[in-house]
């Protein structure tokens, strides 16, 4: 190749994504299969279905697979749309279709942030929010969390953002992950209001719902009916992680129609393949699985989490599907060890805390497994 200076390359490459550090997904099986020779690896670092997804949808996709391949996927994405609605009692105008949901933190990205705009966030939120922001070239306004003696550790301070929001008149974008991820802490219905009466109308509040379905209906915040309120509110859900299709990435917003028309402008034409359009359809369908999903993670998160307490580690409170737990020590040895025997995990030095690992809560089996090898690798240590 012609002798090019790298920094000729970067040079004129905007500023925020010379600044980004490349996300880091969980380690795919395969992967620590090949590093250590390892035949029996389970995987519980991603917060992905440990039940996989319904039956449904791989009957679905197999007859989607004798389809004519050649023809474009449907890119308005009509029929899961109207099956969205009607599972939402909401309009198909105030629904966009994501490949996954993080497509739609993207958009909004794209369309509310820049240069001279601050997109702001907590500590400790999810990864993607520094990283939209940072590829607009705009600003990032963390907002400290709660600290860690605090009854949501690390959560998200609703009060400290609508503070930060009066001082800071450049925010047009804000984040707000709940339940949060990495923390599995959430927000109460009456903070996420509060906040929301503080907001000017023309700043976007994305209210990231990736776990919603974990978390118990009693202490869950429904926002969809604050829909017609705040025009501003916008709502991101994914198939990823209760109705275990991460691998095909379909997500969706619920926002204004307004909106939903300015994310459509920015979305490909055909971000969503005709496989994740049918398997999220066949999904959606199947709301037993959705129980079945709910009712195992709410049994094993808590007794992971009655098991991790037992043993002295730090749990912080969780209603998503993984568990965040700290042992007051650098926690890479652990990970490694655990890594060692099979049961790859989520290390958290990368959000700032680096004495936690992040386990997505896995069938009583996997669970169990992971707790021995926990066990044995902290005993090794
Ligand atoms: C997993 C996750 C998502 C969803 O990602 P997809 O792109 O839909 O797979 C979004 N937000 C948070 C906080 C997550 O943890």
Excluded at 158 to 164: D, I, M, P, V
Excluded at 283 to 295: K, M, T
Aim: net charge neutral; glycine share 6%.
């Amino acid at each position: 190749m012609n002798a090019v200076k790298p920094n000729e390359l970067t040079r004129n490459a905007l500023p925020g994504v010379l600044d980004i550090e490349a996300y880091t997904p969980g380690m795919p099986i395969e992967e620590l299969q090949r590093r250590l020779g390892l035949a029996d690896v389970i995987k519980l670092a991603s917060n992905e279905n440990p039940l996989g997804a319904s039956p449904m949808v791989a009957a679905a996709l197999a007859k989607a697979a004798a389809d004519n391949l050649a023809l474009y996927p449907d890119g308005s994405g009509f029929r899961l749309k109207k099956k969205l609605a009607a599972y939402h009692g909401i309009g198909a105008e105030c629904i966009t279709l994501g490949n996954g949901s993080n497509d739609l933190l993207e958009f909004l990205s794209r369309i509310y942030a820049g240069p001279g705009r601050a997109v702001m966030f907590s500590d400790y939120a999810f990864a993607v929010y520094p990283l939209a922001a940072q590829a607009q070239n705009a600003e990032r306004v963390v907002v400290p969390a709660y600290p860690s003696d605090h009854a949501m550790p690390y959560g998200h301070d609703l009060a400290a953002f609508a503070e930060t929001l009066a001082r800071r008149p450049d925010v047009s974008l804000v984040f707000i992950a709940n339940p949060n991820n990495p923390t599995g802490t959430w927000n109460t219905p009456q903070e996420i209001l509060g906040f929301l009466e503080h907001v000017p109308p023309h700043v976007i509040v994305a209210l990231d719902e990736a776990y919603w379905d974990y978390q118990d209906p009693a202490l869950r915040t429904d926002a969809r009916p604050w829909l017609d309120r705040f025009p501003n509110l916008v709502i991101t859900r994914t198939f990823s992680k209760i109705y275990g299709i991460a691998s095909l990435r379909a997500g969706y917003a619920l926002s204004h129609p307004t909106v939903a028309d300015l994310l459509n402008r920015v979305r490909q034409p055909f971000n969503n393949n005709s496989f994740a359009l049918i398997a999220a359809e066949a999904a959606l369908d199947d709301q037993e699985f959705v129980r079945r999903s709910i009712e195992l993670n709410t049994v094993e998160r808590k007794r992971l989490d009655a098991e991790l307490g037992k043993r002295g580690h730090t749990v912080l409170p969780s209603q998503a599907n993984f568990i965040t737990v700290g042992f007051g020590r650098d926690a890479r040895p652990i990970h490694q060890g655990l890594l060692e025997r099979g049961v790859i995990v989520r290390p958290m030095g990368s959000y700032g805390l680096p004495q936690f690992l992040r386990v997505t809560v896995g069938t009583a089996t996997q669970n169990d497994r992971f707790l021995a090898a926990l066990d044995e690798a902290i005993r090794s240590l």
